[in-house]
């Protein structure tokens, strides 16, 4: 099982271009996550989506976006990029959003650095 | 606000035990999560506790105060390849994490 994937590994950006972070998961959950990882930081989740169809803003939105057009996919994009969303992103899902133990499961990451 | 707090960094002894602590301040309270991360690599679960006491599974238990909003995640007999970060993660009335920053715990032999 491949669990969640997320392309591309790494990427340089330059400011102002558009990208799009690709989020796949083949467990059938219904809730996923972006998260940001900063040094000294905790995880900082971007957005989320409780179910296809539906999302919801995180503590960082601002600058992103995403979509959830059906259950496995949940792609992050970036309108006009700047250098301070140089970051570890880290794409995740559970089975369900609510409730109390739903451990969330990672997708490798994906490592965006924009000059 | 909500706010997890962990130590930065510590550092072992290959065989011996250690404890990480965290304390968090959450809007509401469902459950309390560790979360191991190796250099590079993604968060991996380790364990969860939603009621007071200890939950112990194999090397690894984590403790859990609701009162105290307290937590500790104890590694026994410490191995290389445990050097890593620990990632402590409560729960919200939301039921969104709120992470720590991590502790990243270096193992000497």
């Known amino acids: 099982t491949a669990g969640i994937t997320q392309a591309p590994t790494s990427q340089i950006l330059a400011a102002g271009r558009s990208m799009t972070l690709r989020c796949t998961q083949d467990?059938?959950?219904?809730?996923m996550y972006w998260y940001r990882q900063d040094l000294g930081l905790g995880l900082r989740l971007i957005h989320y989506?409780?179910?296809?169809?539906?999302?919801g803003k995180g503590e960082v939105p601002d600058g992103y976006s995403v979509s959830r057009a059906n259950t496995d996919d949940f792609p992050l994009t970036l309108a006009s990029a700047v250098p301070s969303q140089t970051s570890v992103y880290f794409c995740a899902s559970s089975d369900s959003a609510s409730g109390g133990y739903n451990e969330q499961f990672f997708g490798p990451g994906t490592r965006l650095t924009v000059l | 606000g909500q706010n997890i707090d962990q130590p930065t960094e510590m550092t072992a002894t290959e065989g011996a035990i250690v404890q990480i602590n965290c304390t968090y301040q959450t809007s509401g309270f469902n459950g309390l999560f560790w979360y191991q991360q190796h250099a590079g690599e993604a968060p991996t679960f380790l364990s969860y506790?939603?009621l007071d006491g200890l939950e112990e599974k194999g090397r690894f238990s984590s403790f859990l105060s609701r009162s105290k909003g307290y937590s500790y995640l104890l590694l026994k007999e410490l191995q290389m390849k445990d050097s890593a970060s620990y990632l402590c993660?409560?729960?919200?009335?939301?039921?969104?994490?709120?992470w720590g920053a991590g502790t990243k715990l270096i193992i000497k032999p």
């Open positions: 989506s409780n179910t296809a169809g539906t999302t």
């Open positions: 993660a409560a729960k919200d009335s939301n039921y969104q994490l709120i």
């Open positions: 506790n939603v």
């Open positions: 467990m059938r959950h219904n809730a």
